[in-house]
């Protein structure tokens, strides 16, 4: 399984930007699909994360009510639309996907066992 996450740049605070999230060798149907991001240093955060058959979708408290996770049946893809990104949304944003996790575990980087190469996003103040 291939991923490829895109759409990264620099946006200005209080703007907006969506990043991408595809697949190549196979369709994201029964996976979890997550978006993390990392600053360099730090370990790598939980943003929000999506259950491609039941569409329930999970949030890291940072970025509740500003980013939305959604997919696209048709297009094999997840999307992570930031509305009103903040200076501390800065980062290398990755999207990953497994299989078989349970809600407790959704927020673990450990727990995915596929990921994308990352796309940067830098917002400036």
């Known amino acids: 399984v291939q991923l490829q996450a895109y759409g990264g740049g620099l946006v200005q605070a209080g703007g907006s930007l969506r990043l991408s999230c595809a697949a190549s060798?196979?369709?994201?149907?029964?996976?979890?699909v997550a978006w993390f991001r990392q600053v360099s240093g730090k370990e790598r955060e939980f943003v929000a994360a999506?259950?491609?058959?039941?569409?329930?979708?999970y949030y890291a408290d940072s970025v509740k009510g500003r980013f939305t996770i959604s997919r696209d049946n048709a297009e094999n893809a997840v999307y992570l639309q930031m509305e009103s990104p903040k200076p501390e949304d800065t980062a290398v944003y990755y999207c990953?996907?497994?299989?078989?996790?349970?809600?407790?575990?959704?927020?673990?980087?450990?727990?995915?066992?596929?990921w994308g190469q990352g796309t940067e996003v830098t917002v400036s103040s």
């Open positions: 060798g196979r369709t994201f149907q029964s996976y979890t």
């Open positions: 999506i259950k491609w058959s039941s569409g329930h979708t």
């Open positions: 990953a996907i497994d299989r078989g996790i349970i809600l407790s575990m959704i927020r673990r980087a450990a727990e995915y066992d596929y």
